[in-house]
């Protein structure tokens, strides 16, 4: 899709990699940034940037507030799903389930509400667009970050039914892939991280061609390379990393 004159959607706004999806949009002429955010004074200056800004106020887990959301984007002709949460869980390594269902609710269930609630806008519509924001963890685990892998492989999963079922409607779905960025998410992985500029303009050089799996920057490249020739060694490498069991 062309970037110029779309009607943008940009969950989770307020964090590193949404504002740079924000920053990105404008330069190449996106008519109008919806910018969503939980808590909207959050968005502070970035509000200021541009006048094609417009605030929403949206948690992903809150039904509601998704359905009043949807009433006020009806114009939104690109989606993307940033939001995100990431708890540093292992399956055993506590004794509750509820980090494991906050990273299920808006890392999976999160995106699943929103394609519901927005099915009949131009988004879900030819030429529209869906950029689901993921991880590299969707296809390895992490085990120190266990509950959130599995989240975001389901994310992964529900990526490619929505591009299974856009597909005859024209309709692009991506998948963004990205090892470790330099956001306050990820402040607790190793160096090297990405910068999240180079996450969002990955992404909207893959809308504007044909790529539909993104591997933002050279670091996720090498570590795509690396899965694909031999992904049992990567996941062996990614196994040291482990809490121990509470």
Do not use: C, W
């Amino acid at each position: 899709m062309k970037i110029a004159g779309s009607v943008a959607l940009v969950t989770g706004a307020n964090g590193g990699i949404g504002q740079a999806y924000a920053r990105a949009l404008v330069q190449p002429g996106a008519a109008k940034i919806y910018l969503a955010a939980r808590d909207v004074t959050s968005l502070g200056a970035l509000l200021a940037e541009s006048d094609v800004f417009v605030p929403i106020e949206l948690d992903v887990t809150n039904p509601a507030q998704i359905a009043r959301a949807a009433e006020l984007v009806s114009d939104v002709t690109l989606l993307i799903n940033n939001a995100g949460v990431a708890m540093f869980a292992g399956a055993l390594s506590t004794d509750t389930l509820d980090k494991a269902r906050l990273e299920m609710e808006v890392n999976y269930f999160g995106i699943l509400a929103l394609a519901q609630a927005l099915r009949h806008t131009p988004a879900f519509q030819s030429g529209g667009a869906i950029v689901n924001v993921l991880s590299f963890l969707a296809l390895a685990t992490l085990p120190a970050a266990g509950t959130y892998s599995a989240s975001k492989a389901a994310g992964l999963s529900l990526t490619r039914t929505l591009r299974a079922e856009l597909a005859p409607r024209g309709v692009r779905v991506l998948a963004v892939l990205p090892v470790q960025v330099d956001t306050a998410m990820g402040a607790a992985l190793p160096e090297p991280r990405l910068t999240p500029e180079t996450v969002a303009l990955a992404t909207l050089e893959a809308l504007e061609g044909t790529t539909d799996d993104v591997f933002p920057g050279e670091l996720t490249q090498q570590v795509a390379h690396a899965f694909r020739n031999d992904p049992a060694a990567v996941q062996a490498q990614l196994s040291g990393m482990v809490h121990a069991i509470a």
